[in-house]
């Protein structure tokens, strides 16, 4: 992690009003507790995260954007949703783990899949 590197911001449900697209922001600062990003080298207007606290938004309300290192990150985590919640449906929502892999999700709906 470099100043210049680029980062991508997802809306939180709190900040889905404004749209649902997930933007390309640079990181501009970095010290020892917090990571300072912006749309373009340069900006003035910077959104702050936490990185002692899992790159959390620094902010005195609820948090508006979630930070992500790639753009595959947030493709996961999208595709992980959609998997369990094609499962839920399937076999339910009781005793569901709610921590398994995408490639545990990927082979467990390969299996119900194969017994339609």
């Not at 010290?31 to 995260?49: C, M």
């Not at 936490?50 to 996961?76: G, P, R, T």
């Not at 076999?91 to 119900?112: H, T």
């Amino acid at each position: 992690m470099q100043i210049g590197d680029k980062v991508y911001l997802k809306p939180t449900d709190r900040n889905s009003r404004r749209g649902k697209e997930v933007q390309e922001y640079i990181i501009s600062k970095i010290g020892r507790k917090y990571l300072e990003v912006v749309q373009q080298l340069g900006d003035t207007f910077s959104i702050k995260f936490d990185m002692e606290k899992e790159y959390q938004q620094v902010s005195n309300y609820s948090a508006d954007w979630e930070l992500y290192f790639s753009k595959q990150e947030i493709l996961d985590e999208q595709e992980s949703i959609r998997l369990s919640d094609d499962i839920r449906k399937e076999i339910g929502n009781y005793g569901f783990p709610k921590d398994l892999s995408l490639d545990q999700l990927k082979r467990i709906k390969a299996i119900i899949d194969e017994d339609k």
